[in-house]
Every structure is written in structure tokens, then in C-alpha cells.
């Protein structure tokens, strides 16, 4: 309950920021809204020498559309992602996800960099980044360099960011009118994390059938992953429930579950089946399918 | 040591606080506002809620440095002009309370959930209170307390007719 | 004891809103940890990682160094202090009872035990220098397991061989095994009922000092019962008389049993503060509760109930192993054995039972009473054998209810198992229930569920269970250790106005309000003239405190026999003032008058009055106004009822949902409907929730698996539903308020019902049993035609 001793900055420019994880190097952390960080830290897990707190940093947070992405600053809530309309029209399931992270105090502090940074391999954001195929924006004292989603997560707790850079905006190309996306997942019964969350964006052509698809599934294996396999199965095909379920059968054959409390690995399988098929029906309802 | 300033219940407050104090221990330390409870330490319970700047927070879960120049709401700043919270009266008067410990917790994310939603279902309130939790009541009086207190909220908000 | 009387329903019976709540939606409570002294220093206790270990030795020269800290103490240097080990307060023959140091010595026999403390100037720093404290441990082969405890090559305790704490056992065996050697039927199940983390919201919490001038210490603690704290912890642990030794229970944050018990910390909190001259305080952190707080049930049972062909219960047999973790926590012994054992008859006339216990240690977390206390394990085993009969006959689950029901003209009823019920009329309840589900119109719902895939439940539980524990002679004779009657003192001041000193003790019950309606109905007066006191030994004379729904019973009735003897002494001043014989006077609505001239009257205050003036009172009557009772009932009283849970199991994922919970209880009298309905509903959350979602878990090495509000699944509000209550009133007849108890009836009664509506709802796929938790797993795999993993 109570942290180890650490430094404290709250740098109100990026240059700043940059500079004391430069100087600090493994021994600094970023703080964005805590929500991954401090309860980590409050157990003792997480012992960091050096806070550096990206809250007066102008320009971190705020969800903008332009130039055929959505623009969504690092430091947005996941209630500021949950009550956007942007969001809610332009990219559903991370709506889908962000409105089902934690729970109302969870989300009016967590931040989707701090979510991306952190990696949790049962958070939902990082699924849903795989799926939009999403930019992590990424400036360090190098430059500034653009990591799309599938090279950032590498790993449990793994990014590909390096402990010199800070992410400060996601970057999620638009969908066009033929596109649908959703995300659905089933909660842990005491965190609420994701036992299993499954991602899907589907783009149908003018016959209906799948122009290309895009599905991500998280919280059964080391990190969230791309499924390329249902992708393919879905691909030029009427998204059917016959097609849909093939394809989720695919999703719950990519996934790397662990028997633990909340069930067998068979019954884990299951839940990324049920939960591919749920988050594929409802985005090819949304693609108009 | 870092000082902050912070706004609490319209008071404002300038203290040196260690960079690992948590806000609720600055709360309830440094400020005696021990209405702000703490009953767990993996940021579930709620019972540590408070308002930052409008919003539903765990105070377990924010340093107290974060808290810098804020505007904070505890338990013990919602009622106005010696008159209750609707929330505090509906808990009260739907008993919506047994041991109490988990209440103050209870209202604040209430105040919260009415504040972004003024007309919620029953699921609502019920999805709303979800990082709250309650061993004495079985939700049940709290969830009409809620409802209880909603419908007084839009009654007082609506303008009263004039002939 | 006469026959009931129900006082005049004016503020008996009446939903009065609660006069505490005011402080506490206002964040005015005050808690343990929010109580603050001059000079107050903090605890961190070390813990031991292991299951079961070996200390070696401890160098807490580190620790010390660390600027801040006070003190760091150690198991043997308490012990050359002279403070004991932990007492157990329920003793059974030949039972083993280990010393249980407060800290360590030797051994570490569960992971979280207390190791040894370090105290310093700030939570904070005593948390930093607890992390320097080094301990040099040899890990054992640690048992976990309940069910093959007895047999495991590690033994716990020397003391213990096969790690048994006791074998006891209750019934007449021979009519037992008569009936089932010629019983048609013969049902046998195995169940696990699973451990529970109590889990009150506000973690245990201790807050001692020492005043060297009055040699007096007073401790501040988060207890269901501070005399009893005062007792222990006085006489059998640090050696401490009581007029010099204070207990302070405050408001306190839910109990649910967990906060009855003795715990290390606080004996550890009082004699450092002692020992240091200044203040300590430690609160438990939540991760710290679930490995050290006293947890609830973990029995494995083998049960056997032999039946007639007409579905009449024959006989019932059965054998447990009941899990009480590391060491005997103060009442471990009573619950899976008077507790448990005694309410196996249910509400059901059984000729014969017998029931054998073995407990157990094992490297896990002590396990004591917790929200019911061995009824609910009681209740669910019999209550599911009932519905394993009916399935078994082909009968309906509530005609085999009802047709072994103990009729209502059968009271009191002498079970085979000690008890003898007070009172009881079961089918109004039952009948009320299945009105208000509309059980025909469930059972087609089912069917039509079925025909289109969809698994609806209905489950049953027609419980009884078993409140106000006593006469204090019948338990001691049984092994309690202490009385279990309660007191209260009432005061009545010169101006009429009324305090009253409870033994019990109300941590969310609502007494400050329920007992104030008593003493405003018997007396006439305002209840804001009334004011409630409890939970402090510097106040109030003595009690044993709350638990085992005893309060009302108990505690109320101690407060009413202390308002009759104040009435009869202001009678006599009242005939006195009104020159009128004593026989002739009337008391109604606050006012004494002499019988058939109603204006020759006088205020209860007049009176109140006039016996502190002193006067002019009759010759020979003491000045003042004040009683004292100490009430030991004749019996436990039993309240009863019918739940009925509705489910619906979804195919694809196993997932339940509540579809709607009918309750309807009988607890006697009720003071106060709006808080009897309130502990109901919380009840069921707690027995909904063992059904379906909570349990602790430990690794065959004694690691917890889901000590965390991560992992363990307390319900949200999202989870549950709203509760449709009823009522039923056959008072008790062993006490004059006629109540019964309503703290547990909940807890106890909703988990069969859970449990039989989802396997109701598994029917049609040929699953008869599955132990708690339900989870969507397990239903799955049921569902899919495996057992595999059950």
C-alpha cells in the first residue's frame, strides 16, 4: 500500500521529459495515468528510483481526425475514448474496448499510452491496436520514429519502445463506408481484465463479400496477436455464420491458453471461439453485412 | 519532498508531501478527511473515491503530486448550506448502508454516474457502481438509492411551472 | 418463559429510518484507522513466504538501522517477554491444540503468518524497513489438501498425528445403520464446500496506547465483541487486568464473523505500545486480509441418505473432514461441529442421523467462524441431498420437501442431532415462495426454454437454521469457553431521556436504531431521547457481542427485561406521586395513570424526575433510575424459510445469470422490517457468490492462488439482482420480544438454491452434482459431456 521511495518530475515539455529518462535511464518511469504503474508500485512489484509525469505536457491527449486517421493523443482517457463520437463512429471497437476496461474510476484515469506502454497481455487496447492496424507515434532524443502496432508489442510487458522514448499519439487509419469493426471480450469475474478479447475489422466490397479483415486476439498467450489465418479464412468470402465460425475456430486455434482458476485450457479455447464469433458478427453488422 | 497545491472541498491547500504519498493518505493524514476510505490495495474496492476535478478517481490509485492543482471532492464537501447530497439522502432513506464503510466511496462514483448519465436503467446503475464494492447490502438498496436519487435530481433540475 | 409477547406495533415493526447513517454518508464515521494520537507509531509485519517452514534465524539489524524505526521485535523475544500463544476458545475431547505464538517461534505454518514487526514513525518507513528484516528459512513439504490431509507424510504440529486436530462425532449410529440396511433407497453424494474469504470492507485495524500515569491501556480494535477481546487478551495472553485494560471497538466496517476472533497483530499493537511508550497502529493492508483474516467452511463430506419408496427420509449419514488451516483460531472447533453437525436434520423430520468430523490441520490460512458459520454448510449439504433424492425418486423437488417437512403442530421438534427447535411452520413459507415465483408458469418457461436451447434452472432451499446460541451452561457443557448470554444496562436520566449500555456490538446491524426502537416503544418516549452505547469495556459493563445472529434475541432481550425492571420501579414511584396503589397503575404511551381515571396522570418524565429528586418516594425505594439485565435464553431460536433461485445457463460459455431470487424468511418478531430486509439481501449476495464465484484456492504447496481482489471474486453490482423478499411470523417462544435472528438467514439459505437451480438447469444433460464454485468452466465442460476436470 505504500510505495517504495522514488524522485519525482512532472516536465512540462517533451524535450524535458526526454531529458531526465536520458539522464535516469533503466532506474526512470513514465507516468501517464498511473492506473497500470502505481498499482504495481503500491505492492512493491514495480520499485522505479524516478517518476517522470507526462501530465503538464501540452498536446498529449485529445482525438482529432485528419488526413485519413484518427489522431489520438497518448494521454486520452479511456472515458474520453468511450465518449468520443470520433471514436465511436470512425473506429467502434476501440469504443467497444475502452468502455469495458476496469470500470468508471479505471477509466476516467487510465490512458491508452499508458495501457500500450504497460502491455499487459490481458489488457484490451493493445488488441484493439493490432486490429486497426494503429501507428504508435514514438519521439525520442534520436527523433521521432512510427511504430505500427504489430512491431510494438513484442512480448510480455514488451514493447518495442525504448526506455528513451515516450509514446505520444496513436494513429489509426480510417476506415471507409464498407468497413465495420468491434471488439467483445469476456472479463475476468474479479479484475476485469480480459480472459479473452477478441478485436475484428472487417471491409466488405460492393458484393458483400470480405475485402480484407483484420482480427487480433488477446489474454490467452504472452501478448495480443494478429491471426492471419482467419483473416485469410474470412477474405473474399459472404461473411456467413458458417464463414464466421470457421474463421473464429482459427482464432481459437491461434491462442495459447493456461489452465488456471477460471477454467481448462478446452474451455479457454471455447471462450475465443464464442468471443471471435460475437466480435465478427457484430462487425460485419456494423460494415452494413 | 514536492509541494503541491490542491483544492479540496473549496479549500485550497499548499502542503510538502513525499512523492510516494497517495492522495488518499494525503486525504486522510494530512488533511483528517478520513470519510475517504481505503479496502484495498489493488485499486478494486472504490471505497477510496473521490472527485478530481469532476471526476470519479481512486484516490488509492493517484499520487498526491498528481493531484497538483486540482480541485478534489471528498465525502465531507457534498453537502451544501447544511443540506444533503440527493444521494446522501437517498442512501439514507433507502438504506442503501449497513456498515457504512464502503459508502462514502459508494456516493461519490454515484455523483459520477448521475453526472454522465441523469436518467440511468437499473443495468446502468448497476454497470456504473461496477468498481465499487459492497459486502453488507447486496447492492440491492444501493441501486434504489441511485434510481432514488436520479429521479429527485431531475425532478429538482426541472423548472417548476408558473402560472 | 411465558408465551410471546408482541409489544404495542407502534415503533416495533416499523421501518425507521437508521440514526447512524448520518455520520456515515456524511464521512463521519469513525474507524479504527481513522482515530489518530500524539506521538502515534506505525507496524509492518514480516511474513512468512512459505507455506510451512523452518526459521532459522531472523537479523533484523538492517531493519533497525533504517532512520524512522522505533522497534523491531521477534516470536522469541515476545515470548521471553511473557506474552502467550493465542488461546482456543472452544475445546472438545481429546482435541490437540497447538501453541500459536503471535509472532513465530520455530516454525511458519501458513504463508502471511506474523513473523516478526517492525515499528516506526510512518506506515511507510515501517513498511521499508519490514522489507530489511531478514529471514533465514528451510521450506517443508507443506500440506494444503483438506481431503487427503489425514493421510499426507508431512505432520503439521507434533502434537497432531495425521494432522488431526480432533475426531467427534454426534447421533446414534445403530438406528442409522438399521434404516439403511433395509432402506429401498440409498443416495450418496460427495460435495466440496469451498473456502470463503470474509472479506469485510474495512481491513482489520489495531490502535493501542499506554498511559503511564494511570497504568492503563487502551486499545482501539476492529472487533465484533471488545470484551471478549478485553478477556483473552487480558487474562490468557499479556497478563493484564481488566479495570487497567480498555478495548474500544468503534464503528467497525462489516465483521461477518472474522472480526470475533484474537489475532496476532493486535496483541502485538498493545504490548508494543507498552513496551515503546507510545502509540502503535497497524491497519491490515487487503492483501494481508486474505492471507491472515480467519476464513470460512472448506469441508469435504461424504453423504449417504437412505429413503422409502414414497420419498420419506429414512436416515442420513455423513462423514466430513473439515479444514480449521494452521492452528486453532479462537471458535475454529465449534463450527464444523455444534454448528454444523447439529443442524444436519434441516427442516425435516429424519429418525436417525449420525454425522462423524474430522478436522484437520493443513499450511493454509486458520479457518473459523465466517457469515453463517457451519449452517450453510449444513444447509447445503442437506439441502442438496434433498434435491439428489428427489431426482433420484423421480419426485419434484418441492413435493419431497414438503412431504418431510416437520409438520407445524410437532413444535418444539427434538431433532437426532441435540437440538430441539423452537418454533416452526414451513409450508406457509414454502407456499408463500412459490406464489410469488409463480412456479407453474417457471416450469413452462423451462420447458419452452428447453425446447429452444436454453437452460433455465429453478432451485429450492427450504432451510432452517439456528440462532442466539445458548443457554451459557448447555455450551460449556459442550466446550465452550465462555458465556453466551449478553447484558444491558439502562439508564434513565432525571429528565426522562435514556441510555443504554448493549454487549452487543453493531457493525452494520443497525442496534443504535432497532434498540431504540425497543426502549422508545416500551417506554413511550421519543427515540431521540434514546441514546444506544456499545463497543467500548470503558462504558459498557460487559457482553459477548455480535455474532451468530444473536443481537435481537439476545442483546434486545437483555435491554427489554432491564426496561421491565425500570418500569416497575417507576410504577411504584408513579402510584406513590398519584396516591394511588401500585396494582392500579397503567402505563401507556409514556404516561403512568391510575386504571379508569385516566387524568390523574403523570409524564414518564415527572416520574424520572422524582426518583433522582429523591423527595418524595415511597419508604424504602432507592433513589435513580437505572437496571441491569444479563439475559441466557432457554434456547437457540430457529428461524426457517424457502429461497428459490431462477438461472439461466448460457450454452456457448457455461456463464449464469440471475433471472430473478424469490426469499422468504421467518425470523420471528421483526423490529425493524427495512433492516431485516437489507442483512437479507446482502446475505444472499454472499451465498449467490460462494455458489458461483468465490473460493480460496491453494496450491498443493500451500501458495494462495487468488489472495487478491484480482483474483478473488467478491461480486459487483453488475453480477447480481434485484431480491424479491417475504415474510412469514411464527415467533420464538425462548424469548419475550419473540424474534429470532436475521444476520445469516440469508448467507445460508441462498447457496443450495443457487447450487440446485444450476444443476437443474444441467439436467437435460445427465449431470447430477458439480462442486461450488460453478464456474462457467465447469458448467461448460458438464454441458459438453465430460467430467473430466470436475
Redesign the interface.
Known amino acids: 500500500m505504500y510505495p517504495a521511495s522514488f524522485s519525482y518530475s512532472s516536465p512540462t515539455s517533451l524535450d524535458d521529459a526526454l531529458a531526465l529518462l536520458a539522464e535516469h535511464g533503466e532506474d526512470a518511469k513514465l507516468l501517464a495515468g498511473g492506473h497500470s504503474l502505481l498499482p504495481l508500485m503500491k505492492l512493491r512489484f514495480a520499485q522505479p528510483r524516478y517518476l517522470v509525469d507526462l501530465r503538464r505536457i501540452a498536446n498529449l491527449s485529445g482525438i482529432e481526425r485528419s488526413a485519413g486517421e484518427l489522431k489520438i493523443g497518448a494521454m486520452s482517457t479511456y472515458a474520453a475514448l468511450a465518449a468520443s463520437d470520433l471514436v465511436r463512429t470512425l473506429v467502434p471497437m476501440l469504443a467497444d474496448a475502452a468502455a469495458q476496461i476496469g470500470d468508471p474510476q479505471v477509466r476516467n484515469r487510465g490512458t491508452i499510452g499508458g495501457s500500450l506502454a504497460h502491455a499487459d497481455p490481458a489488457a484490451d487496447l493493445p488488441t484493439v491496436m493490432l486490429a486497426a492496424d494503429a501507428q504508435m507515434a514514438v519521439v525520442g532524443r534520436r527523433g521521432t520514429r512510427v511504430i505500427p502496432a504489430q512491431a510494438f508489442f513484442v512480448g510480455m510487458l514488451t514493447t518495442s519502445l525504448a526506455p528513451d522514448e515516450v509514446l505520444t499519439e496513436i494513429r489509426i487509419p480510417l476506415a471507409d463506408a464498407r468497413e465495420g469493426s468491434a471488439y467483445d471480450k469476456c472479463r475476468h469475474p474479479a479484475s476485469r481484465f480480459a480472459l479473452v478479447g477478441v478485436a475484428a475489422s472487417i471491409r466488405l466490397a460492393a458484393d458483400g463479400t470480405v475485402l480484407h479483415a483484420r482480427i487480433a486476439v488477446g489474454g490467452m498467450g504472452p501478448m495480443a496477436v494478429r491471426v492471419a489465418g482467419a483473416e485469410a479464412a474470412l477474405k473474399g468470402h459472404a461473411p456467413t455464420a458458417e464463414v464466421r465460425h470457421a474463421a473464429a475456430a482459427l482464432v481459437a486455434a491461434a491462442v495459447d491458453p493456461q489452465e488456471d482458476l477460471q477454467g481448462t485450457v478446452a474451455y479457454k479455447r471455447n471462450l475465443a471461439q464464442v468471443y471471435a464469433e460475437r466480435a465478427l458478427a457484430s462487425a460485419v453488422h456494423r460494415a452494413g453485412g | 519532498m514536492?509541494q503541491i497545491t490542491v483544492t479540496v472541498n473549496g479549500t485550497t491547500e499548499h502542503h510538502d508531501v513525499?512523492?510516494?504519498t497517495?492522495l488518499v493518505h494525503f486525504l486522510?493524514?494530512r488533511l483528517?478527511?478520513?470519510?475517504?476510505?481505503?479496502?484495498?490495495?489493488?485499486?478494486?474496492?472504490?471505497?477510496c473515491?473521490v472527485l478530481?476535478d469532476g471526476?470519479?478517481?481512486?484516490s488509492?490509485?493517484?499520487?498526491a503530486?498528481?493531484a497538483?492543482g486540482a480541485s478534489i471532492t471528498?465525502?465531507?464537501g457534498i453537502?451544501k448550506d447544511g443540506q444533503?447530497h440527493p444521494l446522501?439522502t437517498a442512501?439514507?432513506?433507502q438504506?442503501g448502508?449497513?456498515?457504512?464503510?464502503?459508502?462514502?466511496g459508494m456516493?461519490m462514483?454515484s455523483i459520477?454516474?448521475l453526472r454522465r448519465n441523469p436518467s440511468p436503467s437499473?443495468?446502468e446503475?448497476?454497470?456504473?457502481?461496477?468498481?465499487?464494492?459492497?459486502?453488507?447490502?447486496?447492492?440491492?438498496?444501493?441501486?434504489n438509492a441511485v434510481a432514488a436519487a436520479a429521479e429527485q435530481m431531475r425532478a429538482a433540475a426541472t423548472p417548476a411551472h408558473v402560472n | 418463559m411465558t408465551a410471546p409477547t408482541t409489544p404495542a406495533p407502534s415503533l416495533f415493526g416499523a421501518s425507521i429510518k437508521r440514526r447512524e447513517d448520518p455520520r456515515f454518508i456524511t464521512g463521519k464515521g469513525r474507524f479504527t484507522d481513522d482515530v489518530v494520537m500524539p506521538g502515534m507509531t506505525h507496524a509492518a509485519f514480516v511474513r512468512s513466504p512459505h507455506a510451512f517452514a523452518i526459521i532459522r534465524s531472523i537479523d533484523t539489524s538492517r531493519a533497525s538501522a533504517l532512520p524512522g524505526v522505533r522497534a523491531v521485535f521477534t516470536g522469541e523475544q515476545l515470548a521471553a517477554a511473557g506474552v502467550n500463544g493465542l488461546p482456543a476458545g472452544w475445546l472438545l475431547p481429546d482435541i490437540k491444540v497447538p501453541y500459536r505464538p503471535v509472532l513465530s517461534v520455530g516454525h511458519a505454518r501458513h504463508v502471511g503468518e506474523a513473523v516478526a514487526v517492525v515499528i516506526a514513525d510512518s506506515a511507510a518507513v515501517a513498511r521499508d524497513a519490514a522489507e530489511l528484516v531478514d529471514v533465514d528459512y528451510e521450506p517443508l513439504v507443506a500440506v494444503a489438501d483438506t481431503a487427503t490431509a489425514l493421510s499426507h507424510p508431512t505432520q503439521i504440529h507434533d502434537i497432531a498425528p495425521d494432522n488431526r486436530c480432533f475426531h467427534w462425532s454426534i447421533g446414534d449410529a445403530a438406528p442409522v445403520d438399521a434404516a439403511f440396511a433395509s432402506a429401498p433407497h440409498v443416495v450418496r453424494q460427495r460435495f466440496v464446500n469451498n473456502r470463503l474469504a470474509a472479506m469485510a470492507m474495512e481491513p482489520r485495524a489495531s490502535l493501542a496506547s499506554y498511559d503511564v500515569a494511570g497504568d492503563e491501556l487502551t486499545l482501539y480494535v476492529t472487533s465484533q465483541n471488545p470484551h471478549v477481546h478485553r478477556l483473552i487478551m487480558g487474562a490468557f495472553v499479556l497478563g493484564l487486568a481488566e479495570h487497567r485494560f480498555r478495548v474500544i471497538a468503534p464503528d467497525v466496517g462489516g465483521g461477518f464473523g472474522s472480526k470475533i476472533f484474537i489475532y496476532p497483530e493486535e496483541v502485538v499493537v498493545a504490548w508494543a505500545a507498552k513496551k515503546i511508550g507510545r502509540p502503535v497502529k497497524w491497519t491490515a493492508t487487503r492483501s494481508e486480509s486474505f492471507l491472515t483474516d480467519a476464513q470460512g467452511r472448506d469441508h469435504v463430506s461424504e453423504a449417504e441418505m437412505a429413503l422409502s419408496n414414497d420419498g420419506k427420509v429414512l436416515a442420513l449419514r455423513v462423514k466430513t473432514i473439515a479444514n480449521v488451516g494452521s492452528g486453532l483460531s479462537l471458535f475454529a472447533p465449534a463450527v464444523p461441529t455444534y454448528l454444523y453437525a447439529t443442524l444436519l436434520s434441516g427442516a425435516y423430520a429424519i429418525p436417525a442421523i449420525h454425522c462423524e468430523v474430522d478436522a484437520v490441520f493443513t499450511n493454509t490460512t486458520p479457518v473459523d467462524a465466517y457469515r453463517g458459520a457451519g449452517r450453510p454448510e449444513a444447509c447445503y449439504l442437506i439441502e442438496r441431498m434433498m434435491d439428489l433424492s428427489a431426482k433420484h425418486l423421480g419426485m419434484s423437488p418441492v413435493d419431497i420437501r414438503r412431504l418431510n417437512f416437520i409438520p407445524a403442530h410437532a413444535f418444539p421438534y427434538q431433532t437426532p442431532v441435540a437440538l430441539c427447535y423452537d418454533s416452526g411452520n414451513y409450508e406457509p413459507a414454502l407456499d408463500m415462495a412459490l406464489t410469488k415465483a409463480d412456479y407453474a408458469s417457471l416450469l413452462q418457461r423451462q420447458a419452452e426454454g428447453r425446447a429452444n436451447g436454453r437452460y433455465i434452472g429453478i432451485g429450492f432451499s427450504t432451510y432452517i437454521e439456528a440462532c442466539s446460541i445458548a443457554p451459557s451452561q448447555v455450551v460449556g457443557a459442550l466446550g465452550s469457553q465462555a458465556g453466551l448470554y449478553e447484558s444491558a444496562h439502562v439508564r434513565v436520566h432525571p429528565t426522562g431521556s435514556v441510555t443504554v449500555y448493549t454487549g452487543s456490538h453493531s457493525h452494520g446491524q443497525g442496534h443504535e436504531t432497532t434498540f431504540a426502537q425497543i426502549v422508545a416503544d416500551q417506554l413511550g418516549i421519543p427515540m431521540d431521547a434514546v441514546d444506544i452505547v456499545h463497543g467500548d469495556t470503558g462504558k459498557v459493563q460487559f457482553g459477548m457481542g455480535t455474532y451468530g445472529s444473536r443481537s435481537g434475541a439476545l442483546g434486545g432481550t437483555s435491554i427489554y427485561m432491564s426496561l421491565q425492571k425500570i418500569k416497575d420501579k417507576a410504577k411504584k414511584i408513579a402510584a406513590h406521586l398519584l396516591e394511588a396503589a401500585e396494582a392500579d397503575i397503567e402505563f401507556e404511551g409514556g404516561k403512568f395513570y391510575v386504571r379508569g381515571a385516566p387524568d390523574r396522570a403523570k409524564q414518564f418524565a415527572d416520574v424520572t424526575l422524582a426518583a433522582y429528586l429523591g423527595h418524595n418516594l415511597p419508604s424504602g425505594l432507592e433513589p435513580g433510575l437505572e437496571a441491569t439485565s444479563f439475559f441466557d435464553p432457554s434456547n437457540f431460536t430457529f428461524p426457517f424459510g424457502t429461497h428459490i433461485a431462477v438461472v439461466e445457463i448460457e450454452r456457448s460459455t457455461g456463464h449464469v445469470t440471475l433471472l430473478n431470487y424469490i426469499a422468504v424468511d421467518d425470523v420471528g418478531n421483526v423490529i425493524n422490517p427495512m433492516i431485516v430486509d437489507g442483512m437479507v439481501h446482502g446475505g444472499i449476495a454472499q451465498g449467490v457468490a460462494q455458489a458461483l464465484w468465490e473460493s480460496v484456492h491453494f496450491a498443493p504447496d500451500g501458495q494462495p492462488l487468488n489472495a487478491s481482489l484480482m483474483e478473488y471474486a467478491v461480486p459487483r453490482a453488475d453480477q447480481l439482482i434485484k431480491y424479491n423478499t417475504g415474510r412469514t411470523v411464527t415467533p420464538s417462544p425462548v424469548n419475550p420480544l419473540g424474534v429470532k435472528g436475521a444476520g445469516e438467514t440469508g448467507t445460508i439459505a441462498s447457496t443450495p438454491a443457487i447450487a440446485n437451480a444450476v444443476m437443474d438447469a444441467l439436467s437435460p444433460f445427465g449431470v447430477s452434482h458439480i462442486d461450488m464454485p460453478l464456474t462457467p468452466s465447469k458448467l461448460w465442460t458438464a454441458m459438453n459431456g465430460s467430467t473430466g476436470g470436475l
Open positions: 514536492a513525499e512523492p510516494r497517495l486522510r493524514e483528517s478527511l478520513t470519510g475517504t476510505h481505503v479496502g484495498c490495495d489493488t485499486s478494486q474496492c472504490g471505497a473515491t478530481l471526476a470519479s478517481v481512486k488509492c490509485t493517484v499520487l503530486v498528481q497538483d471528498t465525502i465531507e453537502a444533503y446522501q442512501f439514507w432513506e438504506h448502508l449497513q456498515c457504512g464503510f464502503c459508502t462514502p456516493i462514483s459520477d454516474l437499473e443495468a446503475i448497476r454497470a456504473g457502481l461496477e468498481g465499487n464494492i459492497c459486502r453488507c447490502t447486496g447492492y440491492h438498496n444501493i441501486v
